[in-house]
């Protein structure tokens, strides 16, 4: 059978199902290793079992969590033979530096990485991955602490760096870290998470490449002289002003929007486990949204996966 037909009929399964089929013969594992079936490889439905701790990492994930990612990213890995190139993980999920070496050794090409939590992953572990990605063009990234030195390192390994998705905090460190070393930067989102305004005045006025910008549903902070932040409902006119030279410009701060609802329950930082398991992959950036689950690792992966 010709090897197009083979990839059209393969592109129909899922990863379990795709791992004994590659080992069927050289032609098959040919088939099931095409670019057509791996660019995207969604982990969305995998989430480590994990309670919080008090101590460094302060996570603690459960053993079986550990061993059963180990074990799918060996076979996705082995099958795809390098060819994904957008890599997508729940925000939940709680990988180690060795998981996340694994993937960017036989991963190379990512282009677009949606980050898992990284309470885990170390600093050295970061950068040593996005060394590797040298192609990547686009991140989505939790909320992190002190996040300058991943821009940095983006800016100095990834030259075609073009999008930038952050969950959590921003404020005026992360507006000057980016305009310092992605200057170039074309698209924002800061959707759902704590945006000062110093920030986003500084972001406007720095960002000369900057086309799209997100923050809807962001709560919004001003933060006066005495270091006391204040909720803001409605932006002023020079920011408005300012942002309206962008070719797109989201903005919500309705008291009617649920999202809108959401973020004010939870004071700015958005507790995503409360709600629908799909509303942390929403954005009004269309090239942000993540759509629907993938096909590769679906809900029949999610339970032949469990480890005992």
Known sequence: MDTDVLVKIFKELNLVELSPVSQVCRLWRLACSDPLIWGT?????LKSNFIQTRASPY????????RRLARILRVAMAISCGNVNCMIFHYNLYMKDEHLHFISERSPHLKRLVMPAWNRITRV???HAIQRWQ????????????????????????KNFTELKVMGSFDLQFASAISQFLPKLKVLSLRCSKVTLDALQYLLHSMEYLEVLNISHSLLLVIAANGRKQVVHELDG???ERASRLREFHYCQSRTCIACQRMVVDEGIM????YED??????E????????????FDAGCERLTSVE
């Open 41 to 45: 490889l969604d982990f969305g439905l």
């Open 59 to 66: 996570i603690w994930v459960d053993d079986r969590s550990d």
């Open 125 to 127: 572990g970061i950068c």
């Open 135 to 158: 192609e990547l063009e686009s991140l989505t990234m939790p909320t992190i602490g002190h996040p300058p030195y991943i821009m940095e390192e983006i800016g100095r390994s990834c």
């Open 238 to 240: 020079q920011i408005l």
């Open 271 to 274: 507790r995503w486990y409360r």
């Open 278 to 283: 799909w509303f942390w992959r929403r954005d």
């Open 285 to 296: 950036v269309r090239s942000l949204d993540l759509q629907d689950y993938g096909k590769l």
